[in-house]
């Protein structure tokens, strides 16, 4: 399991490195940014589907890992403090995720965010403070 999560991280990087070069940050040019790099940019369509595909892959490997030392019980001492490494960097991983949906500023990213701080909204108290953030 461990390999598919670093296979996952070293695609991320390899292929965020490509998106990075022709991304525009900004409003306006978001959008057509991505279209610019899915059309244009030779195998640009491929380092951004391999970007999101990798990201789901290693939210599943965390959470597999997350699932695994819970049922192994490894929460206790003297695992405790990997435990809570492990939370934290599904925690990051998760933000990161969050976040990066919403950088092709199109509607698709548009629907997933509302639907995304909905569920926060109605899951937890915090949800709803995080939510007007």
Not at 14 to 20: K, N, P
Not at 30 to 55: C, K, M, P
Not at 103 to 109: E, T, Y
Request: include cysteine; aromatic fraction near 18%.
């Amino acid at each position: 399991m461990a390999w598919a999560g670093s296979a996952a991280l070293l695609l991320l990087v390899l292929s965020g490195i490509i998106v990075l070069v022709y991304y525009r940050p900004t409003a306006k040019q978001a959008y057509e940014s991505i279209s610019y790099i899915a059309d244009n940019v030779r195998f640009g369509w491929l380092a951004i589907q391999v970007h999101r595909w990798a990201t789901g892959v290693l939210v599943f490997v965390l959470g597999l890992a997350i699932a695994r030392d819970f049922l192994w019980a490894n929460y206790r001492f003297p695992g405790d403090f990997a435990w809570m490494m492990l939370i934290g960097i599904f925690g990051v991983v998760l933000g990161f995720t969050f976040t990066g949906r919403v950088l092709p500023w199109d509607q698709h990213a548009y629907h997933a965010t509302m639907i995304s701080t909905e569920i926060a909204r109605s899951l937890w108290i915090p949800g709803e403070w995080a939510c007007y953030l």
